[in-house]
């Protein structure tokens, strides 16, 4: 086994081909609400920077719905007949929704108002089925292109940067020393680049076995949660790199902790939700053991 150095969140230089150890116990998660299973095919999902609604990739209904975080009441929709296929769902800097407007090839723009949304603007170019969108803080806006095979940065609506190499990647992520993750789906691993684009860090093979990872999250000890589709589950990844925890799995169901081909995650503080996709319904679940 090759061991992974502590360090990714520290700027190692590149290690690929890892292995890992599911390490038992390092979290509890109390189911803490479920919404209707009125939506189709909901995929990522964020929560608002005022932590007053939660929005969702409603993928075959083609609109975003706005939900109430603790309850998962729907408040809200908008953005039906302006989007086709949303997969990702990320708040910008200033405030704006960014939308990952698959079926479009778009980046599309909202103003958001708690329920609803006012379309301002998309960024578009070299990018085909775009799954993933992330914005950083310094006004860059990332996006995967899914049928593009690519990762693509946009600064004041110009491309100013791109990496290709992927198959079908879904989401893009910060994790807290800004180093920039791709699901890398369709090659079943995630990798990390740093701002420069370059490789440091390929998480995959044996230990991990993704089968589809879509959309991801950070908590806040830095531990990454990792929605890996066709294994049904919600993989944990620690601060060395290390698998400590999978939720679900390995087959399809619907309950407490079990999911049917979950795609999206969000988290904050101890809550975290779930879209369970195919069970066309969204959970938020309690984290307790946190430290």
């Known amino acids: 086994m090759r061991h992974f150095t502590q360090c990714w969140i520290f700027g190692c230089l590149v290690v690929t081909s890892l292995s890992a150890q599911v390490q038992a116990d390092a979290l509890n998660f109390e189911l803490a609400a479920v919404s209707a299973e009125t939506y189709g095919l909901p ?3 964020v929560l608002s920077p005022d932590g007053k609604a939660l929005y969702v990739a409603d993928n075959a ?4 719905v706005v939900l109430e975080p603790k309850t998962l009441k729907e408040l809200g929709v908008f953005a039906q007949g302006e989007v086709a296929e949303p997969h990702d769902v990320a708040f910008d800097a200033a405030g704006r929704l960014l939308v990952a407007d698959t ?7 909202y103003l958001v108002n708690g329920v609803g949304g006012r379309l301002v603007g998309s960024l578009e170019g070299r990018i085909r089925r775009p799954e993933g969108v992330a914005a950083h803080s310094d006004g860059r806006v990332f996006a995967t ?3 593009s095979g690519n990762l693509v940065v946009y600064r004041g609506g110009k491309i100013i940067g791109e990496v290709g190499g992927f198959s079908s990647p879904h989401d ?3 994790d807290p020393t800004g180093g920039v ?3 890398d789906a369709a090659n079943d691993r995630l990798v990390r680049l740093n701002d420069a684009l370059q490789v440091t860090v390929i998480l995959s093979g044996p230990g991990y076995d993704f089968s589809g990872p879509r959309y991801l999250d950070f908590d806040p000890a830095g531990r990454m949660y990792v929605a890996d589709k066709y294994t049904h589950r919600i993989k944990v990844i620690g601060r060395d790199g290390k698998l400590i925890q999978m939720l679900g799995g390995p087959k399809s169901g619907k309950g407490k902790g079990v999911f049917d081909r979950p795609e999206g995650v969000a988290v904050h503080g101890d809550d975290i939700w779930f879209s369970d996709t195919y069970n066309n319904r969204i959970v938020r679940y309690k984290l307790t053991g946190m430290r």
């Not at 209904?61 to 975003?64: H, K, S, T």
């Not at 079926?103 to 723009?109: E, F, H, K, M, Q």
């Open 43 to 45: 995929h990522d999902i």
């Open 61 to 64: 209904n083609d609109r975003i």
């Open 103 to 109: 079926g479009n090839s778009r980046i599309a723009i």
């Open 145 to 147: 292109g899914a049928a």
């Open 172 to 174: 893009v992520a910060f």
């Open 181 to 183: 993750w791709v699901a």
